[in-house]
T-cell receptor, first 115, second 112 residues
């Protein structure tokens, strides 16, 4: 099956810990994205990557870091510098960035809770 | 800065009713407008994509329209079913930023 997988589904973090959320796609897409979703708010872009070994900050990148060493993988690390990390995190991919005919495909999400 | 607004925030209808969800955006310089569905605790599923040069798209019981000049889109759902219950999100792909900007969604409940 083609698609995007995220793991884990639920993640609990203690204060001061870094945690890494996994995102893998087998759609052969060049572009990948990380979004954060909070209750009552729309999705907000954290980071995105157009190609391997390249990534750009989104609107709320502070306290987060990413890497793109392989085309199919785009892990997100939530660092201790992120003061309010409890949220639902969604990973997405698309063929390229900015193509009018192209949509984004989303993973099932990871719910992160700070204890 | 592009802003996307969805009204109403929540909607409850009886099964079988036709309904309209609304989306408005402030900057008409867009590449496309997309409608997504999100079930509770799940990821988003793409429903319809309307390019900026198009006026509408249809898929089954769903029809989405786009009026770029007025900054509005509607999602029409015909003969609603309980399985349509979900949050519907509208998003625009900005021409200046190449980013997808999302509205806050409309939570739809279709009562059997």
């Amino acid at each position: 099956d083609g698609g995007i997988t995220q793991s884990p589904k639920y993640l609990f973090r203690k204060e001061g810990q870094n945690v890494t959320l996994s995102c893998e796609q087998n759609l052969n897409h060049d572009a990948m994205y990380w979004y954060r979703q909070d209750p009552g708010q729309g999705l907000r872009l954290i980071y995105y990557s157009q190609i391997v070994n390249d990534f750009q900050k989104g609107d709320i990148a502070e306290g987060y870091s990413v890497s793109r060493e392989k085309k199919e993988s785009f892990p997100l690390t939530v660092t201790s510098a992120q003061k309010n990390p409890t949220a639902f995190y969604l990973c997405a991919s698309s063929m390229v960035i900015g193509l009018a005919t192209d949509t984004q495909y989303f993973g099932p999400g990871t719910r992160l809770t700070v204890l | 800065k592009q802003e996307v607004t969805q009204i109403p925030a929540a909607l409850s209808v009886p099964e079988g009713e036709n309904l309209v969800l609304n989306c408005s955006f402030t900057d008409s310089a867009i590449y496309n407008l997309q409608w997504f569905r999100q079930d509770p605790g799940k990821g988003l599923t793409s429903l319809l994509l309307i390019q900026s040069s198009q006026r509408e798209q249809t898929s089954g019981r769903l029809n989405a329209s786009l009026d770029k000049s007025s900054g509005r889109s509607t999602l029409y759902i015909a003969a609603s079913q309980p399985g349509d219950s979900a949050t519907y999100l509208c998003a625009v792909l900005g021409g200046a930023t190449n980013k997808l900007i999302f509205g806050t969604g409309t939570l739809l409940a279709v009562q059997p």
